[in-house]
């Protein structure tokens, strides 16, 4: 458990799924730091400090990855696939935050190294709740220590 706060790497491309997702994390007053980034390409390049992340100071090491599953260029479950073969980012937990309600989906998604699966709510106030959930759920567990 930590009462440091933790930073989250939120991948998002849907621009009205990314504003509802920022205003619940203010609207619940989340102390944690919320990165966002918009496609699994962006993603492994902040996370492998590539590009524009090449300083450590604009990508700090995220203590909990939100994955969207359906991302251009590289989708979430490629993404999960290639956090596992690197053994410097493996550790990271990941939450699945997906539309998808396939059982398959669900399972593949814990078959590549998903830490958790939620089916994104419909409804503003449902989110809401969820993304308050997640931040807490995150505060009861020890996260990995981050690596510069």
Same mark, same amino acid.
């Given at each position: 458990?930590?009462?440091e706060?933790i930073?989250f790497l %939120?991948? #998002? @491309?849907?621009?009205?799924?990314?504003?509802?997702?920022?205003r619940?994390?203010?609207?619940?007053?989340?102390a944690? !730091?919320?990165?966002?980034?918009?496609?699994?390409?962006?993603?492994?390049?902040?996370?492998?400090r590539?590009g524009p992340y090449?300083?450590?100071?604009e990508?700090?090491?995220?203590g909990?990855?939100?994955l969207?599953?359906?991302?251009?260029r590289?989708?979430g479950?490629a993404?999960l696939?290639? %956090?596992? #073969? @690197?053994?410097?980012l493996?550790?990271?937990?990941?939450?699945?935050?997906?539309?998808?309600?396939?059982e398959?989906? !669900?399972l593949?998604?814990?078959d590549?190294?998903?830490?958790?699966?939620?089916?994104?709510?419909m409804?503003?106030?449902?989110?809401?709740?969820?993304?308050?959930?997640?931040?807490?759920?995150?505060?009861?567990?020890?996260?990995?220590?981050?690596?510069?």
């Amino acid at each position: 458990m930590t009462d440091e706060p933790i930073v989250f790497l %939120l991948v #998002e @491309d849907s621009e009205h799924d990314l504003l509802a997702f920022q205003r619940a994390w203010r609207d619940n007053d989340i102390a944690h !730091e919320l990165r966002v980034v918009r496609d699994g390409r962006e993603c492994l390049d902040y996370l492998r400090r590539r590009g524009p992340y090449r300083r450590p100071a604009e990508a700090p090491r995220p203590g909990v990855i939100v994955l969207n599953d359906r991302l251009p260029r590289l989708d979430g479950q490629a993404v999960l696939a290639r %956090l596992q #073969e @690197d053994t410097d980012l493996s550790h990271i937990p990941v939450i699945l935050f997906t539309t998808s309600e396939s059982e398959q989906k !669900e399972l593949d998604s814990y078959d590549r190294g998903a830490n958790a699966y939620v089916v994104k709510p419909m409804t503003y106030e449902d989110l809401s709740r969820a993304v308050l959930r997640l931040s807490r759920f995150w505060e009861m567990v020890e996260v990995p220590e981050a690596s510069p």
